[in-house]
């Protein structure tokens, strides 16, 4: 249950506080800047619970680190990402929808891809494992999915704050934030894999 804890107010406590300070010390153009938003999210997303299965010694398996039924995971993670893809794909031919990686260089997509693709599949699939561990809950709509997937949409909070539509931005908050959180934590629970996880939540943040 620690790591649960430490894990979450580590990421909900501490990256508010600090993007505060960023705003407060030097401005809003420094969160704005996509590098910057590209270091926090390593640190308060990914860093820790990496830290935590080293530290520990845990077996990375646990965590779907392997390459058993690898095929059936990929195929797995392209199927889930077809229905957030279908409205993408009409609103790039009729309402000028550009992704917001589109305009990052090539040789930046390098080290962007596996902070905001696997980096962030492996924190919900960690916090899963850790809170289900807890419950002992192995069901497939288990607590660790469903509490995961709240949590993780609360770390976007901050975006919908200030939001003048508040049915937009609930709209925005559960099919932008929980929803795909939800969906890659059952690719892990399904496939006891990483990878259908990391192809998944890759490919919907970069599309």
Do not use: Q
């Not at 960023?22 to 996509?34: F, R, S, W």
């Not at 932008?176 to 959180?181: G, H, I, L, S």
């Not at 496939?191 to 192809?199: F, K, L, N």
């Amino acid at each position: 249950m620690v790591d649960v804890l430490v894990n979450w107010v580590f990421t909900l406590f501490f990256l508010p506080l600090t993007i505060l300070f960023l705003v407060n010390k030097y401005g809003a153009d420094l969160i704005a800047d996509t590098e910057v938003k590209l270091f926090l999210e390593f640190i308060f997303v990914g860093m820790l619970p990496l830290l935590m299965v080293k530290v520990r010694g845990e077996p990375w398996d646990r965590y779907g680190f392997t390459t058993i039924n690898w095929k059936n995971s990929v195929l797995y993670g392209l199927m889930a990402s077809v229905p957030f893809l279908v409205p993408r794909v009409f609103a790039y031919f009729f309402d000028h929808y550009r992704g917001w990686s589109w305009s990052l260089e090539p040789f930046k997509l390098l080290y962007y891809i596996p902070v905001y693709g696997p980096l962030e599949a492996f924190f919900i699939v960690f916090s899963i494992y850790k809170i289900d561990k807890v419950f002992s809950d192995s069901r497939l709509f288990s607590r660790g999915l469903l509490m995961s997937s709240v949590l993780f949409g609360l770390i976007h909070y901050v975006n919908y704050i200030f939001h003048p539509g508040m049915f937009m931005a609930l709209r925005n908050y559960v099919l932008v934030n929980m929803v795909p959180a939800f969906m890659t934590g059952v690719l892990f629970k399904k496939t006891r894999s990483i990878i259908a996880p990391c192809v998944f939540w890759t490919i919907i943040n970069f599309a």
